[in-house]
C-alpha cells in the first residue's frame, strides 16, 4: 500500500492493476476514465460502448475486455467491488450501495461479462461496517424478500433498528451467481477517518476511486 492508494490483495494475474484511492491523496489513473452517473440501481454497461456517447450513462458497474480500458467506481459507505477474469481478459467495477446490491447489481454484472463465474475473481474495497451502519427493516426485507439467508447479515441493535453487513450481502450475492473466489473487505469507511471518506459521519464529502485496468 502507498500514501495514495490501497493495492487489491487478490491472485489477479500479471498486467491487472486494482484498488482503491485513500482520502485526500493525488492518485492520477492511468488513462482517462469514462464515468458513471451512479444511480444505485442495478444497470451494468461496457467500456468504450455507444452508452458513453452522450456522457455519463445511468449505471452502477462497468465491464472491460480489452487492454488499456479503465472500470472506475466512486464511493464514500458503499462497497466498490472489482472483479477479475483468472487470465486477465475480463475486468469488471461495481458501485454496490445496499439499493443496487438488494436489485441485484452483482448478478447483473457477472452475468454481462463472458467469462465462467468460476473464472472470476472478486475483491472488496473499503466500505461502511456493520457496526456503524444502521438501516431501518425496509432495507432488511429488501434483501429478505430474494433470500431469506441474508437475515445472517443483520443483527438488532438496541434501537429496534438492524445493523447490515454490506460485506456478507454482498458474498452473499455472489455466492448466488456462483463467484467464489472474493478476497479484501473489513476496511470501514466510517472508522477509518484519517484514510477514508464516509458520507455517513461526515455528509457532505469527497468519493474514494475504486478502479482496475490491464496493462496494453
Not at 171 to 181: C, E, T
Request: hydrophobic letters at 45%; one cysteine or more; proline letters at 5%.
Amino acid at each position: 500500500m502507498s500514501d495514495k492508494w490501497i493495492r487489491a490483495d487478490w491472485p489477479a494475474p500479471a498486467g491487472v492493476v486494482a484498488g482503491t484511492t485513500l482520502r485526500g491523496s493525488d492518485f492520477e489513473l492511468p488513462v482517462k476514465p469514462q464515468w458513471l452517473n451512479q444511480v444505485h440501481g442495478a444497470r451494468v454497461v461496457r467500456y468504450g460502448s455507444k452508452d458513453f456517447d452522450t456522457g455519463p450513462p445511468d449505471a452502477d458497474a462497468v465491464v472491460a475486455n480489452r487492454a488499456g480500458g479503465i472500470c472506475v467506481v466512486r464511493t464514500a459507505d458503499c462497497l466498490p467491488i472489482l472483479l477479475c477474469s483468472t487470465d486477465g481478459t475480463e475486468i469488471a467495477a461495481v458501485h454496490g450501495g445496499w439499493r443496487g446490491l438488494a436489485a441485484g447489481v452483482i448478478e447483473e454484472t457477472v452475468a454481462a461479462m463472458s467469462t465462467s463465474p468460476g473464472g472470476i475473481l472478486a475483491w472488496f474495497g473499503p466500505a461502511i461496517s456493520q457496526p456503524a451502519f444502521e438501516v431501518g427493516a425496509e432495507v432488511r426485507d429488501a434483501f429478505l424478500v430474494a433470500n431469506p439467508l441474508a437475515e445472517a447479515a443483520f443483527v438488532r441493535n438496541e434501537r429496534g433498528r438492524w445493523q447490515a453487513d454490506l460485506y456478507r450481502l454482498a458474498a452473499q450475492r455472489l455466492g448466488n451467481a456462483h463467484v467464489a473466489s472474493i478476497f479484501g473487505g473489513g476496511l470501514c469507511t466510517y472508522a477509518d477517518r484519517e484514510r477514508f471518506y464516509s458520507y455517513r459521519r461526515d455528509g457532505e464529502t469527497g468519493r474514494l476511486l475504486s478502479f482496475i485496468f490491464r496493462r496494453e
